[in-house]
């Protein structure tokens, strides 16, 4: 076995990508909080169930691939809000969340709502990371023999 067949084995890709999305992700939170107070600003973002619904279906279009053998890149397609571009560049397809009330500013904003995103996002991509760095520890074992 190779070594880029232990790096996108299993759920590693998954992993990469959901890390991928949520760094991304936050650079559209992060955006929606410098503009809280800038007139006729509308917060964006894009939405964390739509992508684990994308990740899913290339998660189970890995699985059914009787070549890959439930192994191999993810191949995301491009329905759902990540986009993958080539060298690793991720694109995400945000829309105005239009949700909160409109102050007389024509600013959509509601702090809380950005905050609980913030948080929730910062639990997606610690999981993720922290998941991706035990397997590469496990790995690291593996290969010094050390179980």
Do not use: C, W
Not at 12 to 31: G, K, T, V
Not at 120 to 132: D, G, I, K, S, V
């Amino acid at each position: 076995m190779s070594i880029q067949g232990l790096t996108d084995g299993g759920a590693i890709p998954a992993l990469e990508a959901m890390a991928r999305f949520s760094a991304a992700r936050q650079r559209l939170i992060a955006d929606n909080v410098a503009n809280l107070d800038t007139p006729g600003y509308q917060p964006l973002d894009a939405d964390p169930k739509a992508f684990q619904e994308q990740i899913g279906r290339a998660i189970d279009a890995r699985r059914s691939d009787p070549v890959a053998a439930g192994s191999g890149p993810l191949t995301l397609q491009n329905r759902g809000p990540m986009r993958q571009l080539r060298g690793g560049e991720v694109v995400l397809d945000a829309a105005a969340l239009n949700e909160n009330l409109m102050f007389h500013d024509k600013n959509d904003r509601n702090l809380e709502r950005i905050m609980q995103d913030v948080a929730e996002n910062l639990l997606a991509f610690r999981a993720a990371t922290e998941l991706m760095r035990n397997r590469f520890r496990t790995i690291d074992l593996a290969i010094r023999e050390r179980f």
